[in-house]
Each structure stands twice: as structure tokens, then as C-alpha cells.
């Protein structure tokens, strides 16, 4: 008789009484909880999932509060301007290397019926109501840092800094000048006027 092979060696890890492996949830990499610790101080410690892009550590950091509007669906505006800008805009969009699917269609030459085309145009339109600074203002922080959402723009990461330095933490950077804040309130008075124009 021949010798019996070994089976699957068994996985490292803790076990349950029934010898299950108990699964330990991924909290990222050293950077990722890094970042989550820092944001663990604003909004209730609630704000964790939140901080995967600028706008979303903007919203977390509280620079989005005082606009007369919810800051969370302006943070939800931002992104969905953001994400219908580069649907738009596909052919301009970053290509990363040749491994990737290569467009066979320009986007302006679809045929068919393009929603969320109309949706940014409709969106783009109310925001341009604000003004060309708050527009400027509003695709720094939405649309310009989208292909780079672990970086904070300059004046981004110093209004962050700022709100780190009042909640009573040790900021890492410069803080924030009256610049600064006045191009976040430009920002949100565009994001705002996407809000109300979609309400009616």
C-alpha cells in the first residue's frame, strides 16, 4: 500500500468552539487607520467610512457645516458632481497603463440616451449659477483630486489642520489662512446651488 498524502495544511488564525476560523475584520493598512484615527474625533466617531476622498475628510472635518444646508448632502452632491464630471469628461480622464480595456468609443459619440449625461449638464448648470470663483472653488474640491482621493488639495489639507487644531488635536501642517475659507465658503455656496436647484 502506497503512503496517504497530506491534506490542505491548516490556516493560522483564532478558532471558534467548533474550530471554525474566526474571520478578523480588515481594518486597512497602516496609512488607512492612521487616517481614521485622525478623523475619530469629528463628527461622533462616526465619520470613518466617510474619509476615503477629500470631500468626504472635508465633510469629516466639519468644513462643510454653517452653509445653511445638510453637510452630508453636500458631501453626497460633491461626489455624484465628481463622478458625473469624469462620465462626462472620459476621454480626458487619466489612463493608467496598457493593461487596461481600451475605449472603443469616444464618450461625445454615444448614440444612445445618455441620463447621466443630461443629470451633469443639469448639474453643471445650477452650480454655475454660484459664480466662476465658487465653480473654480467647488471642482478643487470635487472633480480635481478624484483619480488621487488619498491626497488632500493644499488648501484642503490646511482647512483640515486647522479643525484638528480646534477640536483639540496636534495638526501636522500649516493652517489655514482667510484664503483658505473663503474658497471652501465659495465651494459650498456652488454645491448649494446644485441642492436647491435640484429640489425644484
Known amino acids: ?8 495544511p491548516r490556516k493560522a488564525g483564532a478558532r471558534s468552539a467548533k474550530g ?25 466617531g462616526r465619520a470613518d467610512q466617510q474619509v476615503v476622498d477629500q470631500i468626504g ?16 448632502i453636500l458631501r453626497d452632491i460633491g461626489r455624484r ?21 481600451r475605449d472603443r468609443a469616444t464618450a461625445s459619440g454615444a448614440s444612445w440616451h445618455d441620463n447621466p449625461g443630461e443629470y451633469f449638464a443639469r ?3 445650477l452650480a454655475r449659477d454660484a ?3 465658487a465653480m473654480a472653488a467647488m471642482h478643487g474640491l470635487c472633480v480635481d483630486g478624484w483619480w488621487f482621493p488619498d491626497t488632500n488639495a493644499p488648501w484642503i489639507e490646511r482647512l483640515i ?3 484638528v ?7 501636522l501642517g500649516e493652517l489655514a489662512v482667510a484664503a483658505d475659507r473663503a474658497r471652501m465658503a465659495a465651494a459650498a455656496a456652488a454645491l448649494g446651488a446644485m441642492v436647491d436647484g435640484r429640489r425644484h
Open 165 to 171: 487644531r480646534d477640536a483639540g488635536g496636534h495638526p
Open 20 to 44: 471554525r476560523l474566526i474571520l478578523l475584520p480588515d481594518r486597512g493598512n497602516a496609512r488607512v487607520q492612521a487616517r481614521s484615527q485622525a478623523f475619530a474625533r469629528f463628527q461622533g
Open 161 to 163: 489642520n486647522s479643525a
Open 81 to 101: 458632481y465628481g463622478g458625473l464630471y469624469w462620465h462626462e469628461f472620459a476621454t480626458l480622464a487619466p489612463k493608467t497603463g496598457q493593461l487596461e480595456r
Open 123 to 125: 448639474l453643471d448648470l
Open 57 to 72: 475628510r472635508a465633510w469629516a472635518a466639519g468644513l462643510l457645516d454653517g452653509f445653511g444646508q445638510d453637510p452630508a
Open 1 to 8: 500500500m502506497g503512503q496517504a498524502r497530506r491534506g490542505r
Open 131 to 133: 459664480g466662476r470663483e
